[in-house]
């Protein structure tokens, strides 16, 4: 007696799946809500901050960088035109020099203090014996000062890998558009690069108040 | 990717479409009235076209709708009565924006603890750009002169009167850190204060009342209130400024970081990372895996602050 047709049995079978099925879709989807995290690492497509159109050109003086920042190019701060003397073979040359000029030409102005204790560098570590205009590296290449990077990543290898990620340095003025960072030299004082002390521009409260 | 907080958004804002009431409508319609009735007295009082107009608007802004709720025209409209009233009660001429969230946009901030030097630049140009109260002292940011080893910005010291960086300190920065799950939202009785779809938690200071259940639920003292009306000299007050972020509070209401919404959202960085001289500040997309802020949460040592809350705040400290 009241057998049930073998085809509704399957029917009412696959239907109770269904449902099972359903609710606990719903269920998982209310209870486990996607972490921030989760959020941040199933995003893989990049985006096209170019779509911000309000992010427009810089003012300052750019150049195009030699390397790579996560397989795209970028600019930097270009930093010849804030050498006030440059360029150096105007001086560096074969002429003669006046001796009353003498004061004025020899950098006495510059500090060096670049190296730990007495590991001090001096001037031609960087700079080039051959051609004033250019850096040099511990081999013997020729380096733009536009590039400077290029020869200050030979020691502080670290310091650039974060920089190029953007994890040391920083944007000139935008997070979207055109990739602009600063130099090293920008920032860093390249004959003392340290950060030097001084009087912090205000003060904060404490938490509670 | 975007859908389930826009979903989620959504639900919220039908709640509250529900729930809102004719009374509200009426009162509106009351009050225009009232205020072409009061209007025509005042004019014929003293004859001050001006004070009329500026009656006139604050009858509008009184009685206009929850910022969610408003359309793209009555976003507009209330921009342009809040440009106008600048003008007539400060005679500033203020721009005012409203742009809406960039689509898969989730801003993300990270913070060099072993970097930053206090110098304290941040705060200043924080308070400059959002138009804080000088009188009061407000600060969205703060730095503090940590001993190293300990974590909690509470055992800092901020006020430090000596030259930075001191040997054997280090210095962190902590301000709002923009909740996916943030307490203060919930904790708000009238919904003025929620998360937009890029990430940055908000404020509608014209639907605030000022109860500051916000400022007790939030576990990062990322909030901050207006006691008084905050005082900003006229020729220091920033003037590009958006409706959710930087326009001038008013006493009794709650502010806070919106991680500078009027500049974040035209593709600049906010004012506290762009002021910084050490690179200690990123900020960015979280959502583009090529961001300078996904190079750092891949490949520096991160941490959250009270992360076992469970708050998922946006903002990551970070060392070399």
């Not at chain 1, 209870?31 to 309000?54: L, Q």
């Not at chain 2, 400059?128 to 009188?135: I, T, V």
């Not at chain 2, 009061?136 to 703060?142: L, P």
């Amino acid at each position: 007696m009241n057998k049930i047709p073998y085809g509704v049995g399957v029917f009412f079978v696959a239907l109770a799946a269904v449902v099972l099925v359903d609710q606990s879709a719903v269920a998982s989807g209310a209870a486990g809500a996607e972490s921030v995290t989760d959020r941040i690492n199933h995003a893989t497509e990049p985006y096209d901050s170019m779509r911000v159109s309000t992010a427009y050109e810089l003012s300052v003086k750019t150049v195009q960088s030699k390397e790579q920042y996560q397989g795209g190019d970028f600019k930097v701060l270009a930093r010849k035109d804030q050498i006030s003397r440059f360029r150096c073979s105007v001086c560096h040359n074969d002429k003669p020099v006046l001796i009353q000029n003498g004061a004025l030409f020899t950098h006495g102005d510059v500090k060096l203090n670049h190296g730990l204790g007495n590991n001090q560098l001096t001037c031609n570590e960087c700079h080039s014996m051959g051609n004033r205009d250019f850096l040099v590296d511990k081999e013997g290449q020729k380096i733009d000062f536009d590039h400077s990077y290029q020869l200050c990543g030979k020691c502080h290898f670290r310091q650039k890998r974060d920089w190029l990620g953007g994890a040391h340095g920083k944007r000139e003025a935008y997070w979207a558009g055109e990739r602009v960072v600063r130099n090293c030299t920008s920032c860093h004082n390249p004959h003392s690069p340290a950060f030097a002390t001084k009087m912090p521009a205000t003060y904060s409260l404490p938490l509670d108040e | 990717m975007d859908s389930r907080t826009n979903n989620e958004d959504q639900i919220e804002t039908e709640g509250m479409a529900d729930n809102k009431s004719s009374r509200r409508q009426f009162l509106k319609k009351m009050s225009i009235a009232a205020a072409a009735g009061s209007a025509s007295l005042v004019v014929g009082g003293c004859g001050g076209s001006l004070k009329t107009e500026e009656m006139g608007l604050k009858w509008e802004e009184y009685f206009k709708e929850h910022y969610r709720l408003m359309t793209q025209e009555e976003k507009d409209a209330t921009v342009k009565r809040l440009e106008r009233l600048a003008k007539l009660e400060r005679g500033i001429d203020v721009q005012m924006s409203n742009q809406e969230p960039h689509e898969q946009v989730l801003y993300g901030y990270a913070f060099n603890i072993s970097r930053c030097k206090g110098y304290m630049d941040c705060v200043e140009a924080c308070v400059k750009e959002n138009n804080l109260d000088r009188r009061a002292k407000t600060q969205y940011v703060r730095i503090f002169e940590m001993d190293p080893g300990k974590l909690d910005p509470t055992a800092g010291d901020g006020q430090f009167f000596h030259e930075v960086p001191v040997d054997n300190k280090f210095y962190m920065g902590v301000q709002c850190f923009h909740c996916e799950n943030a307490p203060c939202i919930k904790a708000c009785p009238t919904k003025a204060t929620w998360r937009e779809p890029d990430g940055i938690v908000v404020v509608d200071y014209d639907w605030c009342i000022g109860c500051r259940y916000c400022l007790a639920a939030c576990p990062y003292w990322g909030r901050r209130f207006n006691w008084g009306d905050p005082e900003v000299p006229k020729e220091e007050i920033n003037l590009n400024q958006h409706y959710l972020g930087n326009r001038m509070r008013m006493k009794g209401v709650m502010e806070k970081c919106t991680f500078c919404v009027q500049r974040t959202r035209k593709g600049k960085l906010p004012a506290c990372a762009d002021a910084c001289p050490t690179g200690s500040r990123v900020f960015g997309n979280l959502l583009d895996p090529n961001s300078e802020i996904r190079f750092v949460l891949k490949n520096k040592k991160v941490f959250r602050f009270k992360e076992d809350l469970g708050t998922e705040p946006k903002f990551w400290y970070f060392m070399d």
